[in-house]
């Protein structure tokens, strides 16, 4: 699977002297803006009572019945602060046709609002019949930094792609496909420890989470790079989750082909850093496996001993995600990266607390907190800190093991699993975990229903002021 396998045609169009004008227009300048239009276009729009209001279109004709110009509403401030990505709604609205934008945007706004239509032009096709539709076209703007732009376009499409692929198709053996297309892509080397081999090498809590299922369990594990910072980002690739013998119901189980999310990302985050030639000692391990049912399957009441030495009660076989992290955060650990980050679709409290569209974020680095937060709000990728509070920590502990993977009671869900993965980093100096949801549950401009990205963007943005690049 290629990053551009359901992108469709290039980032932008050529500069051709017949395409349409487009206005990105915004609601406190929108009569600046229209005393500056002729006389029949200004006409035209108070016809159709055109207001500038969020993704609000006017497609005005010339004498000759033929689209001349496009206004596309960029609404109020307050308007702005609500909805991400204006023209990357207007684009699936637009005729077909090359246009040539006009804008009065700062540059940060700029760069949004040009994503927002790259974005835009995303459909997950791969199991459909037929062409897809003609989409719209844009001359690429002045001001935009085009390989800026493909790396985030390219490795967004690559983490949709991944979570929106169903299990059927995405079990552990394509995840490792996808990821060594990704190694070979950029010149990376990549390796794979498979099935019983992971307990030759002590990984002993991936292998149990996976034996169960006929699709091996397996780390996939990739590096890049030579000089420079040592970055690590782990991904949870649960590829399908069951819940193991504490079995999810049914509706709880609709939307478990997302469960690597977590991997789907981070690979989507390392294509960005490859593309972009930072000067990096990039890591990337995935523990890519099934959380499925027989005979062998780990067990509620089961103690499992992890990688590094602690012993893990199982109280839940649906939390699963935290224990195949534990081993690939305790092998990341022991090469002692400068930063590490580990990415999952991990608990249903962190969508409680904050909701599908906002990820929480775990870390004890307050620079990093305040440069990731800052960059967050910038790109307009929502993140929000939430605490490692240590007085929890004693929910973690079963007395009849070092840790519980499931702590009863129901409260701080989010937190407590932060707290265990926390106990598998000890080396590393700056530590951050981010509990994502990974998919887009309503359709919203440059986010179809489906797989997304989340954070990913904001660690593009704040990595190389908290790295020091």
């Known amino acids: 699977m290629s990053a551009q396998l359901t992108f469709r045609a290039d980032l932008f169009a050529t500069e051709t002297s017949s395409a349409v004008d487009l206005h990105l227009v915004e609601a406190e300048r929108l009569t600046d803006w229209t005393d500056m239009q002729p006389k029949r276009v200004r006409a035209f729009l108070e016809s159709v009572g055109f207001t500038a209001r969020s993704g609000q279109i006017a497609l005005v004709p010339d004498a000759d019945g033929v689209l001349s110009h496009a206004a596309v509403g960029r609404g109020t401030a307050r308007d702005r602060a609500r909805t991400r990505f204006c023209l990357g709604g207007a684009r699936a609205k637009l005729p077909a046709q090359t246009y040539r934008l006009h804008h009065a945007l700062d540059p940060d706004a700029l760069a949004e609002e040009t994503l927002g239509w790259c974005l835009g032009g995303y459909e997950f096709r791969q199991f459909r019949q037929g062409d897809a539709p003609a989409l719209a ?133 390392a294509h960005m850093i490859m593309a972009q030639g930072w000067p990096v000692q990039l ?64 608990t249903g409290a962190a969508r409680v607390a904050l909701g599908p569209d906002v990820p929480p974020f775990f870390t004890h680095d307050t620079d990093f907190a305040r440069i990731l937060m800052e960059a967050s709000a910038k790109v307009r990728d929502p993140l929000w800190q ?29 937190i407590t699993a932060a707290l265990f993965l926390q106990r598998f980093v000890e080396v590393c100096p700056r530590f951050a975990h981010f509990d994502i949801y990974g998919y887009q549950p309503n359709a919203a401009p440059g986010r179809p229903k489906g797989g997304v990205g989340q954070g990913a963007r904001a660690l593009f943005a704040a990595l190389p002021g908290v790295l020091g690049l």
């Open 386 to 414: 939430l605490p490692l509070h240590p007085a929890y920590e004693s929910q973690i502990e079963p007395g009849i093991a070092d840790l519980d993977n499931a702590p009863s009671g129901g409260m701080a869900g989010a």
């Open 283 to 346: 890591r990337v391990l995935v523990p890519a496996v099934e959380n499925a049912v027989s005979g062998n399957a780990m067990r509620p009441g089961d103690i499992l001993m992890s990688r590094k030495g602690l012993s893990v009660e199982i109280n839940n076989t649906d939390a699963e995600g935290r224990l195949v992290l534990a081993d690939a955060l305790a092998l990341a650990d022991e090469d002692a990266p400068d930063l590490m980050i580990c990415m999952a679709t991990l």
């Open 137 to 269: 076209r844009m001359i690429a703007p002045e001001g935009v930094d085009l390989a800026w732009l493909n790396a985030i376009v390219t490795g967004e499409i690559l983490t949709r792609d991944l979570i929106n692929t169903p299990a059927s198709h995405m079990g552990p053996e394509e995840l490792e496909a996808a990821f060594m297309a990704l190694a070979h892509e950029h010149g990376a080397t990549a390796s794979v420890i498979y099935g019983d081999d992971l307990l030759y090498q002590n990984l002993p809590l991936i292998h149990a989470v996976g034996r169960a299922s006929e699709r091996s369990p397996r780390l996939l594990d990739l590096r890049w790079g030579e000089a420079g910072p040592r970055l690590t980002l782990v991904g949870k690739g649960v590829c399908f989750d069951t819940g193991g013998l504490n079995l999810k119901p049914g509706a709880s189980m609709g939307l478990m082909k997302k469960d690597m999310g977590g991997a789907a990302t981070v690979m989507g985050l």
